[in-house]
């Protein structure tokens, strides 16, 4: 690269560099293995872009949340600034998180707060791990960027919206570690070190390969049909687990018919309070409906009621030893029909997992991730259908 300076700057590029300067797709996307250099090749080409464009352009460098926006690419973007001299050409506002240069403002963006990409324009949008965006989160960046996306991710979801992206609208790169040509063996060594330790672990992050269906899969036989077609019952339940800052309120209705459960995603959202829960479980048109909501939280409980105006009645979840486990197992009793339409409710289900040890072997303790619709619904089933006896077997 070169400054507007009279000096010249090195810097070494990897593959990734050269496939964005080629592409001319609206969607650019390099997913593939860990450390394979395709962030630090991102963060170069928007860095050569701030130099070579020749009207002044609104760029964001977008991640879920704050901390690890700072912590990962946002660093990396402006250690490249640095190095390159860009940085001191420019102005960086550091309460705003904003570099302007010659013009163009390159923004730093976390979607803690789900109205941060709502009504904000841009020319070109990076979605740094753009897995762990939701579809709508995506919709609301895809809307208001006028010229290209670029996504970097590993490949760690079964499914993903990410997968279905049209296939005439992008460019689709995949790189390993070995692609990365300024990686140290020592790190080479140690991602080779799972190949036998961890088959899951070494396909997505080592060979950069998607994850496929898994032994450790808590659940592997849910049916997913259209909303449209499930059974009109005289009950409706509803499960709710709160969240608010870095977690999403996940709401989800819930139908029995014999031994089927029928379940359907309703909420999840970041940021919401519990008066925001109240008025979209209202807005939504629920009357006169048993809802059930995380006992851990009590307080958040005694103000739905109190906020309540449809006659809705609030239930603390039953809990008690091994709860969790006792909620799985009850689970797996029933036939689930999942609806179609419910993308988040999908992509928990096939990352919803048991932990596992360093050497291999499979423990009953779900891995605390992918859980939130998933809380909302063994909340909601255990409490209201599972009063019996506490022994269970997974």
């Not at 209202?282 to 449809?310: I, W």
């Not at 006792?326 to 988040?344: C, D, Q, R, V």
């Not at 040890?357 to 809380?375: A, E, R, S």
Request: hydrophobic share 30%; with cysteine; charged share 30%.
């Amino acid at each position: 690269m070169e400054t507007s300076r009279t000096e010249k700057v090195e810097q070494f590029l990897n593959r990734q560099f050269y496939d964005l300067l080629r592409s001319n797709r609206r969607y650019r996307i390099h997913s593939g293995g860990s450390r394979s250099g395709k962030s630090w090749a991102c963060c170069q080409y928007l860095a050569y872009i701030l130099q070579t464009t020749k009207e002044p352009l609104l760029i964001d460098i977008i991640r879920k949340t704050l901390p690890s926006l700072r912590g990962s690419i946002m660093r990396d973007m402006i250690q490249i600034l640095q190095e390159t001299n860009i940085y001191w050409e420019g102005e960086h506002n550091k309460a705003e998180n904003t570099f302007t240069y010659k013009g163009s403002i390159l923004s730093f963006i976390s979607l803690d707060m789900s109205q941060k990409i709502r009504g904000r324009k841009r020319h070109i949008a990076l979605l740094e791990e753009a897995n762990e965006l939701t579809e709508d989160d995506f919709r609301q960046v895809d809307i208001r960027t006028e010229n290209f996306l670029i996504f970097t991710f590993n490949p760690s979801d079964v499914k993903s919206w990410l997968y279905e992206l049209p296939e005439d609208q992008k460019d689709e790169w995949v790189t390993t570690y070995r692609d990365n040509h300024f990686l140290s063996d020592s790190i080479k060594r140690q991602i080779e070190s799972f190949k036998d330790k961890d088959e899951d672990f070494y396909r997505v992050f080592g060979e950069g390969q998607r994850a496929v269906f898994t032994k450790r899969q808590i659940y592997n036989n849910w049916k997913f049909i259209d909303y449209k077609d499930f059974p009109d019952t005289d009950e409706v339940y509803l499960g709710i687990d709160f969240g608010y800052t870095n977690h999403p309120a996940a709401i989800c209705e819930v139908r029995r018919v014999k031994d089927n459960l029928y379940v359907h995603e309703l909420c999840y959202r970041s940021g919401m309070t519990n008066a925001d829960i109240s008025n979209f479980i209202k807005e939504k048109g629920y009357k006169e409906t048993f809802a059930v909501y995380d006992s851990a939280e009590p307080k958040s409980g005694d103000e739905l009621r109190m906020l309540e105006e449809n006659g809705n009645i609030y239930k603390a979840s039953r809990k008690g030893g091994g709860s969790v486990n006792a909620g799985i197992s009850f689970l797996k009793e029933f036939n689930i029909h999942l609806s179609k339409e419910s993308k988040n409710f999908e992509k928990e289900y096939y990352n919803y997992l048991w932990d596992e040890l360093k050497d291999g072997t499979i423990v009953n303790k779900p891995i605390k991730d992918n859980d939130h619709l998933q809380d909302s619904l063994r909340y909601c089933a255990y409490t209201i259908w599972g009063n019996r006896s506490s022994f269970f077997v997974i």
